[in-house]
Antibody
Framework: QVQLQQPGAELVKPGASVKLSCKASGYTFTSYWMHWVKQRPGQGLEWIGEINPSNGRTNYNEKFKSKATLTVDKSSSTAYMQLSSLTSEDSAVYYC????????????WGQGTLVTVSA | DIQMNQSPSSLSASLGDTITITCHASQNINVWLSWYQQKPGNIPKLLIYKASNLHTGVPSRFSGSGSGTGFTLTISSLQPEDIATYYCQQGQSYPLTFGAGTKLELK
């Protein structure tokens, strides 16, 4: 069965960077785009961007272009998202989600990583 | 960016009711519209894709309709497990965008 494994939480200091992971299993990793979605506490969902694991091609939400960098490691079927210059506005749950059907529907989600930015 | 306007933002209903949530896109998105359900503390769950297609395993009391700029999610015979927040999402163009959500509560 499809699984996307994410660490539960990260505590980082303001101004620092963090690299979040999403380990995929149960399907051919390189056949489906991987998406990343942000959700602040009690708020809605924001699409950050997507990456094609077969060739590393990416598409970003312009809002996150200077904040997030998406990469993959095909050898371990793991997608990564690095967030830089963190502020309190970046405190949120970050989900990875597998593109499905036309690629833009998210049928499978990781459990999310709660990033807390605090001194 | 395509704006997705959901209404209502919150809704109270009784068990057994039929409820409808609407989503209006600021531009034509054809049928590239999905609906998600999110319960408190849980991950979003895909319900409907391509406006009216039921995702695998989703109960048939959920249905979706619409095309272009206007879409609806209908839940027939509301069950206790349907209490959640519902989001629409467009897949027509980048950046992919979500509605602000509709919080469904029991009356």
């Amino acid at each position: 069965q499809v699984q996307l494994q994410q660490p539960g939480a990260e505590l980082v200091k303001p101004g620092a960077s963090v690299k979040l992971s999403c380990k995929a299993s149960g399907y051919t990793f390189t056949s489906y785009w991987m998406h990343w979605v942000k959700q602040r506490p009690g708020q809605g969902l924001e699409w950050i961007g997507e990456i094609n694991p077969s060739n590393g091609r990416t598409n970003y939400n312009e809002k996150f272009k200077s904040k997030a960098t998406l990469t993959v490691d095909k050898s371990s079927s793991t997608a990564y998202m690095q967030l830089s210059s963190l502020t309190s506005e970046d405190s949120a749950v970050y989900y990875c989600a597998k593109g499905e059907y036309g690629n833009y529907e998210f049928a499978y989600w990781g459990q999310g990583t709660l990033v807390t930015v605090s001194a | 960016d395509i704006q997705m306007n959901q209404s209502p933002s919150s809704l109270s209903a009784s068990l057994g009711d039929t409820i409808t949530i609407t989503c209006h896109a600021s531009q034509n998105i054809n049928v590239w519209l999905s609906w998600y359900q999110q319960k408190p503390g849980n991950i979003p769950k895909l319900l409907i894709y391509k406006a009216s297609n039921l995702h695998t395993g989703v109960p048939s009391r959920f249905s979706g309709s619409g095309s272009g700029t206007g879409f609806t999610l209908t839940i027939s015979s509301l069950q206790p497990e349907d209490i959640a927040t519902y989001y629409c999402q467009q897949g027509q163009s980048y950046p992919l965008t979500f509605g602000a959500g509709t919080k469904l509560e029991l009356k």
